[in-house]
């Protein structure tokens, strides 16, 4: 890393850092007054004919830019999600019923981390398992490590378990500030531990997985990877990381882009991280400076997808150039006229629609793959 990098991102560290000291009205006075905030032209950015109808819609629920209020009243508001179901029902459309179309069961259940067990749902497709069980796809959900839930992100898993033919393990984890990093990590590690020992507990076959993950829980999918790979423990074939968090320098081209966009904005960032860490060291860790820290050699195939309008997309491109140039396989894909949280809204978006199917083919086909060769260590014994 440069030494120009390293002043950067101990600056931007500095800032969030100090934003502790302002109170929730403060930072929104501070937001508010920025020039050009009127979703730094996120509206007119996006596509019209349907990302920009669930942004409006955002609004209309009294969404409230993230990282302006504490923490309690941030995980009460309204989500990304809840906008799609309010522009489906506006379309006369049930929600409930286009994810019961699916077929996919749901069961939940739990799995031992620190500090006593957290949830785990597993989403099986419709239908007969193949012999030997179903492959398995570990997912984690997003939210800076702080806020959502596997319910919030409920649609992204239902669809990969249709789309893939493959069961969904959707992991809880352990949120900050209640719980500091690395405690999200720590989990997401013993959650795909747990998923290796138990799959023929529910059809699942421990021998065909992968991980998966959204924006933070990008984050943790591959770091997830990163600890198989370290510990010996039989590697996933194949990494869904859908804008994930990959660095700490937030002075990146799509930073000062899209520093005021929505429903993630510089701002948010900045709470999200000031919340997680417990000090500017932690910014130093590989587990949140993948791009510029992380041994990524000898990790599985992967897919990356980014939106334009995110401030997170220069680190997901520069994420998929490492990967590539350490030896993995990469599909990258940047989706223009979207927003963060698209890939989630394929029930009103087509990029979303796409999206998924993109990485369903792919994480089919290295599932496949692992199921007549093998990647990584043996299984666990369970």
Do not use: C
């Not at 990304?80 to 489906?88: R, S």
């Not at 699916?102 to 012999?131: F, H, L, S, W």
């Amino acid at each position: 890393m440069s030494s120009k990098r390293l002043v950067l991102t101990t600056l931007s560290a500095s800032t969030l850092l100090g934003l502790a000291t302002l109170s929730p009205n403060a930072i929104a006075q501070s937001v508010q007054s920025q020039p050009g905030n009127a979703m730094s032209g996120t509206m007119q950015r996006s596509d019209k004919e349907d990302m920009r109808v669930v942004l409006q819609k955002l609004q209309e629920l009294g969404a409230k830019p993230l990282g302006t209020q504490s923490v309690e009243e941030t995980r009460k508001g309204s989500t990304p999600a809840d906008a799609v179901k309010a522009v489906l029902k506006d379309q006369g459309k049930d929600p409930a019923a286009l994810m019961a179309q699916m077929g996919v069961k749901k069961k939940d259940v739990t799995y031992p981390t620190g500090g006593g067990a957290q949830p785990i749902r597993i989403y099986t497709p419709e239908g007969q398992a193949p012999q030997g069980g179903w492959p398995v796809i570990v997912y984690y959900h997003g939210g800076g490590w702080v806020i959502a839930d596997i319910d919030t992100y409920e649609a992204s898993a239902m669809a990969l378990a249709d789309k893939t033919q493959a069961i969904v393990a959707s992991v809880e984890y352990r949120h900050a500030p209640e719980n500091k990093f690395p405690a999200a990590h720590d989990d997401a590690f013993n959650a795909y531990k747990w998923v290796l020992d138990n799959a023929g507990q529910f059809d699942g076959n421990p021998e065909r997985i992968a991980v998966a993950g959204e924006s933070a829980g990008g984050n943790l999918a591959i770091n997830t990877a990163i600890e198989a790979r370290d510990q010996n423990v039989r590697k996933p074939a194949h990494m869904l990381l859908v804008y994930p968090v990959a660095g700490v320098d937030m002075t990146t081209p799509s930073y000062q882009k899209n520093a005021n966009a929505m429903p993630l904005s510089k701002q948010a960032m900045e709470w999200f991280v000031k919340n997680t860490i417990k000090s500017e060291q932690d910014l130093q860790s590989p587990k949140l400076d993948l791009v510029g820290k992380a041994n990524l050699k000898d990790l599985p195939s992967a897919t990356v997808i980014t939106a334009e309008i995110d401030p997170l997309m220069s680190e997901g491109k520069q994420l998929a150039d490492k990967l590539k140039a350490a030896g993995s396989d990469v599909t990258y894909q940047n989706n223009e006229g979207v927003t963060h949280e698209f890939f989630g809204m394929a029930a009103v978006l087509d990029d979303a629609k796409r999206a998924q199917q993109l990485a369903a083919d792919n994480l089919k086909k290295a599932l496949d793959v692992q199921a007549t060769g093998s990647t990584g260590a043996a299984p666990r014994k369970q």
